[in-house]
């Protein structure tokens, strides 16, 4: 009888194509609030007297930019004290591993790419915190740490004009060629959908899932706490993903022959 983590080790042994979906709770074993659940940050009401939702809102950018980059900047500088951890490292490795994993995240902390995996196979759905870019003529910076450091908002050295992360906000569209490569991607079919750290409460988080199982793929959600995803995969583990998958790696063998599906 294998255990949970030896069975998702088989599939992942034995899949081509492997899609890895990740949220908050990987990027929260590296210090950064997750975005809802116990103790996030997107739980509560700022001290500005709105919800966090508003102030970190594409029309509240528009309408108050100072208001909203100072939660941006609350964001930017958590990310810029915190580092990718094993679990971030995990999955830049599985990648190696597998030339057709993807890796599907909803965070801005530019982790997975600090940690090793591919540009080309990574579509940050939320889009990035940096470089800035300028929203009246498009000047970028690369620089978020001295921004950060000096008066908010940070503006244009070129227009004045008021500078942004290429993230997506509340009430914001996602970006055009992220859902392009995921679709593309999805429409390529996968043979195995991993869930990690997430709440899915995105219908683009779940989707991918629900899709991928619907053609017969195997899926998976590793997560401390249960989420809607969890009781719609075939496969729920319990637990942090820093604890989980370098257990999950000392069990990954990609050489091995495995039965063809009948
Ligand atoms: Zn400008």
Redesign the pocket.
Same mark, same amino acid.
Request: net charge positive; proline share 0%.
């Given at each position: 009888m294998l255990s949970p983590i030896e069975q998702l080790a088989q599939a992942f042994n034995c899949a081509e194509r492997v899609l890895i979906i990740t949220g908050a709770g990987l990027s929260a074993d590296s210090g950064l609030p997750t975005y809802r659940g116990v103790g996030g940050l997107y739980n509560s009401n700022t001290n500005d007297g709105v919800p966090i939702e508003v102030a970190l809102s594409g029309p509240m950018l528009q309408r108050d930019p100072a208001l909203c980059w100072k939660y941006l900047a609350e964001l930017g500088r958590a990310c810029l004290g915190a580092q990718p951890n094993q679990g971030h490292e995990v999955i830049a490795q599985l990648q190696r591993l597998k030339p057709h994993c993807w890796l599907l995240t909803q965070n801005i902390d530019g982790f997975h790419r600090a940690a090793g995996s591919p540009d080309e196979r990574l579509i940050e759905i939320h889009g990035q915190l940096a470089p800035l870019y !300028?929203q009246?003529?498009g000047?970028k910076d690369d620089d978020l740490a001295r921004r950060l450091a000096a008066a908010l908002p940070p503006l244009?050295r070129? !227009?004045a004009?008021v500078m942004r992360p290429p993230v997506v906000l509340f009430e914001e569209m996602l970006p055009e060629k992220a859902i392009h490569t995921l679709y593309e991607q999805l429409g390529e079919g996968f043979d195995l959908v991993l869930a990690i750290g997430t709440s899915a409460s995105f219908p683009y988080i779940v989707e991918p899932v629900l899709r991928a199982r619907a053609i017969g793929a195997f899926t998976a959600e590793i997560n401390p706490a249960r989420t809607d995803l969890s009781d719609r995969v075939d496969l729920y583990i319990a637990g942090r993903a820093l604890d989980v998958l370098p257990e999950l790696l000392s069990h990954i063998s990609v050489n091995r022959i495995c039965k063809s599906s009948p």
């Open positions: !300028c009246s003529c000047q244009c070129r !227009c004009g």
